[in-house]
């Protein structure tokens, strides 16, 4: 069985957040982690490696630094990493990424491929529907449980208050919440292993099946007019009263100014 899983590298927003002038992430200039969803993927992965053999492949796609999530996870206990990298694919929304993704993926053997719900820097939850789309697979996303039976998996969808349990047949893609697991931590002899292990680099030139209108920030339909950082709040505003008729006569009067209601 042969298993793919999709990570990105995106920012750790506790290290703050920079902005290029043309209103995209400047990842060079920020500390970086692993998208949590992302991972739990990836030691979703692992556990099926373990019980049943797999082999698990990981691929990114970012700036040759990104190659450091590649060996995390190799350092988990991935087998291979591929990294897609290529000026021409900079500043790719949602669309262009899933599109650069998805004409890597054709260059690879695969039954099953999971990513994670949504990046932390995005939040979207886009582009694995849209490799789904891309590769005209079957898509089950949202999981908190996957279970492979034969030539099938099966899955916990969560929906709302409640989960549904869906059946589908390999190849398919699978989308990962972080509340799936709990990633297992690197070894040291698989940090080791990682740090000499060989990552596989491709280019625009590697990808199957696409076109160049559909990459990079060229060909993103998603045009960014303005980011900034998160907004810091205003202190707000205490009182005290002396009975609960009166705090609620406060309240109300405030919501009334302020139009709320």
């Not at 990493?81 to 260059?107: E, F, H, K, P, Q």
């Not at 996303?141 to 059946?167: F, P």
């Not at 698989?190 to 696409?210: F, H, M, P």
Request: glycine letters at 8%.
């Amino acid at each position: 069985m042969k298993i793919v899983v999709c990570v990105k590298q995106v920012p750790d927003t506790k290290g703050g957040v920079k902005f290029k002038p043309d209103g995209t992430l400047d990842r060079a200039a920020m500390l970086t982690i692993m998208n949590p969803d992302d991972k739990a993927g990836l030691e979703a992965a692992l556990r099926i490696k373990d019980e049943t053999g797999a082999e698990v492949t990981v691929v990114t796609m970012g700036l040759p630094k990104a190659e450091e999530v590649l060996r995390e996870a190799m350092a988990m206990g991935a087998d291979k990493g591929i990294l897609v990298t290529d000026r021409v694919l900079g500043g790719a929304d949602t669309w262009a990424t899933s599109t650069t993704i998805a004409g890597a993926l054709r260059n690879i053997d695969y039954d099953l491929i999971i990513t994670g719900r949504q990046a932390i820097d995005g939040d979207t939850a886009q582009v694995g529907p849209q490799i789904a789309e891309h590769l005209d697979l079957p898509l089950i996303s949202y999981a908190q449980d996957i279970k492979v039976e034969g030539d099938s998996v099966i899955v916990q969808r969560q929906y709302d208050d409640r989960y549904h349990v869906l059946r589908a047949k390999m190849p398919c893609v699978i989308t990962a919440l972080s509340e799936l697991n709990e990633p297992r931590y690197m070894t040291p002899g698989g940090i080791s292993d990682a740090y000499d292990a060989e990552i596989t680099t491709w280019g625009r030139k590697d990808l199957k099946d696409v076109d160049d209108s559909n990459l990079g920030l060229a060909g993103s339909p998603t045009q960014i007019a303005k980011a900034s950082d998160k907004v810091r709040k205003g202190k707000g505003v205490m009182m005290t009263a002396e009975t609960a008729e009166e705090g609620v006569e406060y309240i109300m009067d405030k919501l009334l100014t302020k139009h709320v209601i």
